[in-house]
DNA sequence: CGACGATTTGAATAGGATCAATGGGAGTGG
DNA sequence: CCACTCCCATTGATCCTATTCAAATCGTCG
């Protein structure tokens, strides 16, 4: 794998705190691969034999059942997704496809699994990666059962805003089919949602979002850190 | 506490590869309580003080926003509960009140850590009970997203039917509000979803609920093992 | 320029929520 | 034991939200 990437991936929660020489037994073990856009990597039901982790590009978890998909997350760089599978020694519960073309780290998961059973730190930093996994998919599912579409689009906007560095103009990070099936909704009922945040001050041109009035959005969205915040 | 609690606890995945000696120490940290039914045992926002094991009763985790509420989860005998929080020292998310009169051992937040931190066994142990955990929100976040009320309450039937024995007759777990909460609808909807499965033979009389046609409630339902399964 | 995919808009429908009213036990107190 | 009350569940009517299907528009890329 290209030398620079090495200390970026170091450096990530789940492995910076790791023996060297247990990542080093990652590494070696590991793949550096480079996908085109569009690729399914893996498929839901699948054994999870590989922990992936995105270098750069973005992936895109979705999952299906009965002719119908949904857009689960997307992951982005740098960081690592279906940690839990593999652990686990299960089968994949999303799949993942890349959003665009992106260069993947691949892990066999024998040697994730190996390396867990070996290295102390590593479990630890396994545990609190699975703690903030889990403590997200909560809040996802929060934001899903209290809140009705138009309340999880503005406050998505919000968190983008403020991701983005709060100067009320963003640019959405992803095309609106994804953003809408993340969100819980159809493309259709994303445009109209947008049309009802009119009168809060919302105004769309391509992936522009301006943001014209915060403080009436804010009390549209009530954004909460039990629900939107990223920390903890 | 209760001599012939403990081996109960004890054997808990959470607890059963930990060092006697750590064990011992949670357990001399630890109360048990016996609280009366409705009593709201956390609330979301406060500092995660404490780790949580339903030892008898049941326990309802549900979450508030914006005058809205919704079940999360109900916690059966004998588990844990707000473990994520717990570890990762931070608030809690979901709030927590008895659904009936219940004996609840409350280990202090700090004592957890510490065997955490020094325990490795139990470390582990704790990335598999997280592991677990998060494919389990992640299945009900498919359910949700993938799903309409109708199709989620005949896969629950289902589950249910499969927990008490595959006799095509059950008995209802939780009193319907909460079950309607817990599958993301009104009380309401719920009696009408139950009318939409009349034709697929489900019957209902108070907390008694009749298959007569398990295979038609099948092919409506279609379960799945990556969403509807309890195991892996 | 033309084709394709993504987005938007419109119209109709379905799914679910809300509000209001009624029925039905379970528990309480006389 | 019976009446009363309360809460849960059901039903009806209506409203609102969101999906579906269809068509138009826009922009991009070859």
Redesign the pocket.
């Known amino acids: 794998m290209r030398s620079s990437d090495l200390p970026t991936v170091r450096q990530l929660g789940l492995f910076q705190s790791m023996a060297d020489s247990s990542f080093e037994k990652l590494v070696q073990a590991a793949y550096l691969q480079t996908f085109p856009a569009q690729l399914e990597l893996i498929t839901e039901g699948d054994p999870a034999d590989f922990l992936y982790v995105v270098i750069d590009g973005s992936v895109e978890l979705f999952t299906r059942w009965n002719d119908?998909e949904s857009t689960m997350a997307i992951v982005r760089p740098v960081s690592t997704f279906i940690l839990a599978a593999v652990i686990k020694d299960a089968v994949y519960l999303m799949s993942a496809r890349t959003a665009r073309k992106s260069r993947i780290l691949i892990i066999p998961s024998e040697n994730v699994r190996e390396a867990f059973a070996e290295d102390d730190a590593f479990a630890r930093a396994i545990v609190v990666e699975l703690a903030s996994c889990y403590r997200t998919v909560v809040k996802e599912q929060k934001d899903l059962k209290l809140?009705?579409?138009?309340?999880?689009l503005a406050n998505r906007l919000l968190r983008y805003d403020h991701e983005q560095g709060s100067q009320g103009r963003i640019e959405?990070p992803y095309?609106?089919?994804?953003?809408?099936s993340l969100i819980?909704?159809?493309?259709?009922?994303?445009?109209?949602?947008?049309?009802?945040l009119k009168p809060y001050g919302v105004s769309?041109d391509?992936?522009v979002v301006t943001l014209g009035d915060i403080d009436a959005l804010t009390r549209l969205a009530k954004p909460n850190r039990l629900i939107d915040h990223d920390a903890t």
Chains 1, 2 share one sequence.
């Open positions: 119908r809140r009705t579409a138009v309340e999880r959405l095309d609106k089919r994804a953003i809408a819980g909704m159809t493309p259709e009922n994303l445009s109209r949602a947008f049309n009802t769309v391509g992936a």
